[in-house]
């Protein structure tokens, strides 16, 4: 079993020195500490630090001295690291930076069997064993999904929430020795330690359970140390770049945008979003919906989800979340989340080039349908099926060459298709057209007179999109029951 020590396999160090992870601060993050006045206590520190991030090699009859050419030279080493006058000497600013909160990545090149490892596929699983008792569970989880979007929106990386013992990124809170060598050191020590990608270990990451996790300023962020913790589990190694996530050292960063240019240049020279896997899994994509990036470093132009005029052609429900299509553009939002994943229709689906006119998802078989004019894709699972099929598969006369919106009622297990000013029901059991359609929509549904861009079924009841505006209609008492705009749909 191949286990990437450079992925922030955080080392359990004697109890003088700060926390060896980027997310182990050995105090809490809003207390100050006044440097060591005693060398004796500095010269151990310094050399444990060295030992453990600069591949200070142990000193002959184990005693430690500030001459030792080697000592001397690994204190140059890390000081041309963090961007420090390379003196050699353990001076305040040296010391400060060593005292600092950060990961237990070495920042040498020792490990180079490391470099450029990564995962050989993009779409990866991961699954939380044991949760902490500091938050609740939903909150865990959305902080973890989170973290794993911050790289999600920058790659092709996609990331699928599991829950066996073998996904590929196992997330744990333990304490002290938990069975991989690196044992956690209690509160106010290492906070947390990833393993790179690869067999067995390989992609997990725990989080000592002995500190304070918070989802605010307080204690320690459980959202910026995912995130970079996630970071190494991808691959990446340490940046000397102090705006980059991947900087050594713990700081409590805006969480509205983690990710410098660096950090998104390096993810894609692992994973490039050029090279597009037709297999992506693309609805249990979790909370990690935010814009994608193109083969790039910046994002293509979005489009203004805000807008008060913004339309689409067509909205469903695809396992847990829920897709927006307009012309070529698709807004992926997960239902019980606030992210947005976005950009051409391409980017998730490469084997869709075209708009999309309605969709409709069917829970029972787990199967999504996507209608361009006379055509519709199958989704199965994360996979478009096939080539495209005519309408007249389902049903349709040979005159019926384009679909408004369709919406499948899951009580009545029949998917409605609106077309102009009539509507057809479709029997997804027997796979038929039931008798006696089309209909017009104005008499089924009284209040709608116009055209239905888009129709979605959510908890009982049924949202016609017509432009702007979205009409709450209840099925049973046949009746529209409220009026919204399109775009509160994406959180405006």
Known sequence: MHV???????VLVSLLLPGPCFTAPTFMPDVERSPSTEPQVDLMLATDYLQLYYNLKEEPFGRRKRSWPSFTSKVKDM?????????????????????????GVPDVEEYRHTQGSRWNKNVLTYSIGRYTRDLPRSTVDSLIESALSVWARASSLSFVKSHTRTADIMVEFVTYEHGDLFPFDGPRGTLAHAFGPGEGLG???HFDDAE?????????????????????????????????LMYPTYRPLHTGNLLSREDIANINALYSPVRRNPHYGWYGWGSHY??????????????DKCSPDVTFDAVSTVGDATFFFRGKYLWIKHNEQYDIKEGPITNFMPKIETNIDAAFWVPR????????????????????????RPLSNLGFPAWVQDVDAAVHIVKTGRTLFFIH????????????????????ISEDFPGLNTTINAAIHKEGFIYFFVGTGVYKYDYNQKRIVGVERANTWLGC
């Open 4 to 10: 990437m020590l450079l992925s922030c396999c955080c």
């Open 290 to 303: 935010h814009p994608w990036w193109s083969g790039l470093l910046y994002p293509q132009l979005l489009q």
């Open 79 to 103: 000081q041309i690291f963090f961007g420090l006058n390379a003196t050699g000497e353990l001076d305040s600013g040296t010391l400060e930076v060593m005292k600092s909160p950060r990961c």
């Open 365 to 388: 078989k787990s199967t999504a349908y996507l209608i361009h004019e006379s055509m519709f894709w199958t989704v199965k699972g994360s996979l478009v099926k096939g080539k495209p």
């Open 421 to 440: 000013d009539i509507y057809w029901s479709y029997n997804e059991n027997r796979r038929i057209m039931d008798f006696g359609y089309p209909k017009y």
């Open 212 to 244: 304070h996790w918070t989802a605010g300023q307080t204690g320690f962020n459980l959202y910026v140390v995912a995130a970079h913790e996630f970071g190494h589990a991808l691959g990446l190694k340490h940046s000397r770049n102090p705006e980059s």
């Open 203 to 205: 992609g997990d990451t």
